[in-house]
């Protein structure tokens, strides 16, 4: 089926950097963008930006522009979105996701911890 | 930006009872090129990712029961569950995809009163 797995919980302190893994099975990866979504402790969702497929253009929230990377391993059928900088504001479940319009396939979150 | 308005930011409802969520955006979403109101709703329930309930603003995805329901164009949208069931406590969110950067409605939260 399609689906969406996502790396393992991550902690990290201020000023690093964290990469989180997306891998896609159940369809066509290379031909379908993948969309990276967080949602903080007690807020709601928040869109980072998407990777579109084939040409692999990206497109970032402004907030996180010169912070986010979003790439791809087509040969593994692998997202990745790196995030470097952090803060404890950054402290997040992340979701990666495919955009269908909608995002109609979601993977499972990666709980990212920012602490000292 | 585009701005997602939704209202209320919580509501209580009876087993049964009918629950009605609203969404504004700031500008339209609604695209005249291919008719299509680039616009979703979303349930989210504690520990799993977002469910698409809802796409173009009210097409019903597979498997999501008939009770709910999506409705609105331009810049007003709802979102109806007819009979709530338990099941259906979570935090609904409206998400807009018509332009860059994509945003999300600050959610509602739906309980059982």
């Known amino acids: 089926q399609v689906q969406l797995v996502q790396s393992g919980a991550e902690v990290k302190k201020p000023g690093a950097s964290v990469k989180v893994s997306c891998k896609a099975s159940?369809?066509?990866?290379?031909?379908?963008?993948i969309t990276w979504v967080r949602q903080a402790p007690g807020q709601g969702l928040e869109w980072l930006g998407y990777?579109?497929?084939?040409?692999?253009?990206?497109t970032y929230a402004q907030k996180f522009q010169g912070r986010v990377s979003m790439t791809r391993d087509t040969s593994t059928s692998t997202a990745y979105m790196e995030l470097t900088s952090l803060t404890s504001d950054d402290t997040a479940v992340y979701y990666c996701?495919?955009?269908?319009?909608?995002?109609?396939?979601w993977g499972q979150g990666t709980t990212v911890i920012v602490s000292s | 930006d585009i701005v997602m308005i939704q209202s209320p930011d919580s509501l209580a409802v009876s087993l049964g009872e009918r629950a009605t969520i609203n969404c504004k955006s700031s500008?339209?979403?609604?695209?005249?090129?291919?008719?299509?109101?680039?616009f979703a709703w979303y349930q989210h329930k504690p520990g799993q990712p977002p469910k698409s309930l809802i796409s173009?603003?009210?097409a019903r995805e597979s498997g999501v029961p008939d009770r709910f329901t999506g409705s609105g164009s331009g810049t007003d949208f709802t979102l109806t569950i007819t009979s709530l069931q338990p099941e259906d406590v979570a935090v609904y969110y409206c998400?807009?995809?018509?332009?860059?950067?994509?945003?999300f409605g600050q959610g509602t939260k739906v309980e059982i009163k």
């Open positions: 996701a495919r955009p269908r319009g909608r995002m109609d396939v």
């Open positions: 159940g369809y066509n990866f290379i031909s379908h963008a």
């Open positions: 990777m579109s497929a084939y040409i692999t253009k990206t």
């Open positions: 500008q339209s979403v609604f695209s005249s090129s291919d008719n299509k109101n680039y």
């Open positions: 173009w603003a009210s």
């Open positions: 998400q807009q995809h018509f332009d860059t950067p994509w945003t």
